[in-house]
C-alpha cells in the first residue's frame, strides 16, 4: 500500500525559510515523479514544485521559482520543500504527490495518483 507521509514544521514568521517532508513508502521512489502543492482556503490546490525520478530534473511554478527548492533523497525515499522568505499568503495545507504513469512532471493535480494527508503551513507576520 503506497502510503506518501508529509512532515516539518507547521508554523513559521514571515520572512523566515521551512523545510518540509514527504516520506514515501510501498514504492520505489526513484519510479515515479514527486511534486508538491497546496492548498489555501476557499482556494484551488496549486502546483509548486516537482522532481524526476532520478532527481536530475525539476520543474517549479514560475510564482515560486525564486522561493521554492524541492529536492529528493531516493536512498532514503523521501522528498523535501525548502521555502525560503516565508509569506503569510504562503499559508496552506502542503501535500506530496506521486505518479508514474506520465513521465514528465505534471502541474495539475489531476495527473497524480498518490497523494499524501496533507500537513498544515502557518506563517505569521
Known amino acids: 500500500q503506497v502510503q506518501l507521509v508529509e512532515s516539518g514544521e507547521g508554523s513559521a514568521q514571515a520572512g523566515a525559510s521551512l523545510t518540509l517532508s514527504c516520506a514515501a513508502s510501498g514504492l520505489t521512489a526513484s519510479s515515479y515523479i514527486m511534486a508538491w502543492f497546496r492548498q489555501a482556503p476557499g482556494k484551488e490546490r496549486e502546483f509548486i514544485s516537482g522532481?524526476?525520478?532520478?532527481?536530475?530534473?525539476?520543474l517549479t511554478a514560475r510564482s515560486m521559482q525564486n522561493r521554492a527548492l524541492i529536492s529528493r533523497d531516493n536512498g532514503k525515499n523521501t522528498i523535501y520543500l525548502q521555502v525560503i522568505r516565508l509569506k503569510p499568503e504562503d499559508t496552506a495545507v502542503y501535500y506530496c504527490?506521486?505518479?508514474?504513469?506520465?513521465?514528465?512532471?505534471?502541474?495539475?493535480?489531476?495527473?497524480?495518483?498518490?497523494w499524501g494527508q496533507g500537513i498544515q503551513v502557518t506563517v505569521s507576520s
Open positions: 504527490a506521486a505518479d508514474r504513469r506520465y513521465g514528465t512532471v505534471q502541474t495539475l493535480s489531476r495527473y497524480y495518483e498518490f
Open positions: 522532481v524526476n525520478g532520478g532527481g536530475t530534473s525539476t
